[in-house]
């Protein structure tokens, strides 16, 4: 069976509800009439015998009843008895078939032959030890007829009301459900027809529907940004590494059909090699990043000199010391992950000579400021203009694509930046064209709270 929908399930409980309160405010009524009724022949009982006594006398060891006396009215029968107990006046209906003692003043309700009646007895005293008893009956009001009416009212009204009330809470439901039924139905046509560029756009309110389809929008946005950029990405990766295969292509069909000496195999096979070593740098930069990126590679913190993650770096690359100068001053100690911080040094540092001068230099310091640890690799090379500073943080950015034959993908400083964050940290670029540029990492010194930025 197919499940019912919140709106049915919310109009059936609200029918349900409603009808259950009229049934009950009916009951109600029913009972509260009921106490009217006994209460309005209560007081009937007892009006109608008191008046009766004020007309009973006794003369001349005879009844003497005034004009006022009425054995039946409004429903009350009045007898009169003797001290005795034996009926002197009066008639005892039929139905009334037992024998009642007497209680002054007192209503009571006495079952008698299949009816209840009310009964109210009252002692008239005649001298210090004769009197009569005035005895009043009336049969209880049974209001059938008012139940009945009520019934039949019932009988009409509740189900008209139960209809009532079931489309009335549907229509409110629906009214209420339409705008998740218009987030349905845009992320139901986004993910058939696959386009991102969709929005619910529900106009902007304060109740939990238009939130909900506000945030929707904010995740199809990223979304489709991701997305985008997933697919800037593939085109990018495989637009760099079709460059390189056709030129090896190129070489190839070059030397088949021209390449005669021994020298010029060699250029060619040079070249060749030079293009493979420039995939496989891309290769492995792009296996890095998207690990980065996955979090399959993740920062592994622990407490690290700096300076002498930096003195063994560069006994490891080889780098010369006359170029590469390390202006260390005290020790500092940062949580980070050895493997990742060489590698983010070693992007910089080798940038710092490839897009330096023929003798340039790089120069790595560590110092702490602001609260901040700042490892800053300076080169005197060539600089980057200011409007194309923002963007060398860019996949496959290139400031200067001319000089790609220096072996660069564009990829080395989105891993700079990606490694930076993973330690909870930024990075800042001060660069001037044809004097040099500063790379500085910024890591939240021990014992301070990360922040993120570039
Ligand atoms: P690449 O592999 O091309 O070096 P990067 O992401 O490392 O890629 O750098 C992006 C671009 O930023 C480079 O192509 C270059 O134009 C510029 N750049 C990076 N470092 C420096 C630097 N130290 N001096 C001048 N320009 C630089």
């Excluded at 590494?241 to 010029?264: F, N, Q």
Aim: proline residues 4%; hydrophobic residues 40%; negative net charge.
């Amino acid at each position: 069976m197919k499940p019912l929908s919140v709106k049915f399930r919310i109009a059936i409980w609200l029918t349900l509800l409603t009808g259950l309160l009229a049934a009950l405010l009916l009951a109600f009524l029913l009972s509260i009439s009921k106490v009217v009724a006994a209460q309005a022949a209560m007081t009937q009982l007892s009006q109608t015998v008191r008046s009766n006594l004020s007309q009973t006398a006794m003369a001349n060891g005879r009844l003497a009843l005034g004009d006022g006396f009425s054995f039946y009215q409004n429903g009350v029968s009045t007898l009169i008895y003797s001290q005795d107990k034996a009926l002197l006046a009066g008639q005892i209906p039929v139905s009334f078939s037992i024998e009642e003692d007497f209680q002054n003043g007192i209503t009571r309700v006495v079952s008698a032959g299949g009816g209840q009646y009310l009964v109210l007895d009252l002692w008239l005293a005649m001298g210090w030890d004769n009197g009569l008893w005035l005895r009043g009956l009336m049969e209880v009001p049974e209001n059938r007829q008012l139940t009945a009416s009520l019934l039949r009212v019932a009988l009409i009204v509740l189900p008209a009301f139960m209809a009532l009330a079931a489309l009335g809470s549907y229509w409110i439901a629906r009214r209420a459900f339409r705008p998740l039924d218009s987030i349905m139905s845009a992320a139901a046509s986004i993910n058939e027809a696959q386009d991102l560029s969709r929005r619910i756009g529900l106009p902007p309110g304060r109740d939990e529907f238009s939130q909900l389809a506000a945030t929707f929008d904010q995740l199809f946005q990223r979304l489709e940004k991701s997305f985008e950029s997933e697919q800037q990405f593939a085109a990018d990766a495989s637009h760099e590494l079709r460059t390189p295969v056709s030129i090896i292509k190129g070489a190839c069909e070059y030397a088949e059909k021209y390449d005669e000496t021994p020298e010029d195999r060699r250029e060619t096979i040079a070249m060749i090699h030079r293009q493979a070593d420039r995939m496989s740098q891309l290769i492995s930069q792009l296996l890095s990043m998207t690990r980065l990126e996955q979090g399959t590679e993740t920062a592994q913190l622990e407490p690290v000199n700096l300076n002498g993650l930096l003195r063994s770096l560069c006994e490891e690359q080889g780098y010369d010391p006359d170029r590469l100068i390390l202006e260390l001053q005290e020790d500092v100690t940062a949580a980070a992950d050895p493997a990742l911080l060489s590698r983010l040094v070693q992007n910089l540092v080798e940038n710092g000579f490839k897009y330096g001068k023929p003798d340039g230099c790089v120069w790595i310091s560590v110092r702490q400021s602001g609260g901040e640890l700042l490892l800053e690799v300076r080169d005197n090379g060539i600089g980057i203009p200011s409007e194309q500073q923002e963007r060398v943080w860019q996949r496959f950015y290139r400031a200067d694509p001319a000089r790609s034959d220096e072996g660069g993908t564009g990829l080395g400083l989105s891993i700079v930046r990606q490694i930076a964050q993973l330690h909870g940290g930024y990075m800042t670029l001060e660069s001037v064209p044809r004097v040099g540029s500063a790379f500085t990492l910024h890591l939240p010194a021990p014992d301070s709270p990360s922040q993120a930025k570039t």
